[in-house]
C-alpha cells in the first residue's frame, strides 16, 4: 500500500481537521496572539494528528504483507 493512497483514503479525517484548525487560528489571529504561539499551538495540534495517521499506516502495511 502507497502512503499516498492511504493519505486519500484519510481524507476526510484531514479535511475535517484542517477545517477545525482554521477557525482556532482565525480566532488567536482576531485576539492578536503572539504568531510563536500560533505556530506551537498548531505543531501540538498536527504533530500528534500526523505521528497518528503514520502508525496507522504502517500497522496497516505489516498487516497487508503478512
Known amino acids: 500500500m502507497k502512503l499516498s493512497k492511504f493519505l486519500k483514503d484519510r481524507g476526510l479525517f484531514l479535511s475535517i ?3 477545525l484548525a482554521l477557525p482556532i487560528v482565525l480566532i488567536m489571529v482576531a485576539f492578536k496572539f503572539k504568531i510563536e504561539l500560533i505556530a506551537i499551538i498548531m505543531f ?5 494528528l500526523m505521528s497518528y495517521i503514520l502508525l496507522e499506516f504502517n ?3 505489516n498487516f ?3
Open 17 to 19: 481537521n484542517l477545517i
Open 44 to 48: 501540538i495540534w498536527f504533530v500528534p
Open 64 to 66: 497487508m504483507m503478512n
Open 59 to 61: 500497522n496497516k502495511k
